[in-house]
């Protein structure tokens, strides 16, 4: 059973547009929700997160919103670049009790392209 | 760079094969855990270790074992493999669970079973 999900595996953008991408999760008890990026022939790097006590979070041209009353988040990048093609991994941290202690759970990725 | 090693980069192995993966992080991060990614599929949670002492097994088969001699190592012992084992086997770390920090992963061994 898929806690996290995102339900688009890929997103085409052209370049200087907002790119928009979407995670759905179940888990109410969800704390901490990041989202990370990963290049071909790499692992995934972390690129932004939000706490489940806020809404927004902006880090230059990423912005994470958070929807707790529908479980739902998004990842805005304005304006998207060519560089930023990638597989972008949406992850939710079990809360800071028991046996979900700190742990990770990640949707299938969504790729995204950027083109010129 | 991101500070998390693994090795070796690609694997080729054959079914009756015996062979290791290797992690090594040097962050001071207290646990490591191992990933499998399948095509088109989630990250999958494999092994965590938090202060070397195994605190998750989820549910992988026996034909893959982990060893963590130390707080920086992380090794996965594979042996009579399947050719559906074949993907790519990420390590991470973090400092603590409890913190809100992200995990840091490597780049992966990309295994393939033949």
């Known amino acids: 059973d898929q806690q996290v999900k995102q339900n688009s595996p890929s997103l085409s953008v052209q370049e200087g547009r907002i790119s928009i991408l979407n995670c759905d999760y179940t888990?109410?008890?969800?704390?901490?929700f990041l989202w990370y990026k990963k290049y071909p022939a790499e692992g995934p790097t972390f690129l932004i997160s939000?706490?489940?006590?806020?809404d927004k979070n902006e880090d230059g041209r990423f912005t994470v919103f958070l929807n707790k009353s529908a479980k739902h988040l998004s990842l805005h990048i304005v304006p998207s670049q060519p560089g930023d093609s990638a597989v972008y991994f949406c992850?939710?941290?079990?809360?800071?009790?028991?046996?979900?202690?700190?742990?990770?759970?990640f949707g299938r990725g969504t790729q995204l392209t950027v083109w010129p | 760079e991101t500070g998390v090693t693994q090795t070796p980069r690609h694997l080729v192995m054959g079914m009756t094969n015996k062979k290791s993966l290797k992690c090594e992080q040097h962050?001071?991060?207290?646990?490591m855990y191992w990933y499998k990614q399948s095509a088109k599929k989630p990250l999958e949670l494999m092994f965590v270790?938090?202060?070397?002492?195994?605190?998750e097994n989820n549910s992988v088969p026996s034909r893959f074992s982990p060893e963590c001699p130390n707080s920086s190592h992380l090794f996965l012992h594979l042996h009579t493999l399947q050719p559906e084992d074949s993907a790519l086997y990420l390590c991470?770390?973090?400092?603590?669970?409890?913190?809100?920090?992200?995990?840091?992963f490597g780049s992966g061994t990309r295994l393939t079973v033949v």
């Open positions: 939000i706490s489940s006590i806020k």
């Open positions: 888990n109410s008890m969800f704390d901490y």
């Open positions: 270790y938090n202060f070397k002492e195994q605190t």
């Open positions: 962050l001071g991060h207290n646990a």
């Open positions: 992850a939710a941290r079990g809360g800071l009790r028991g046996s979900t202690l700190g742990r990770l759970y």
């Open positions: 991470a770390s973090s400092q603590d669970p409890t913190l809100n920090y992200g995990y840091t």
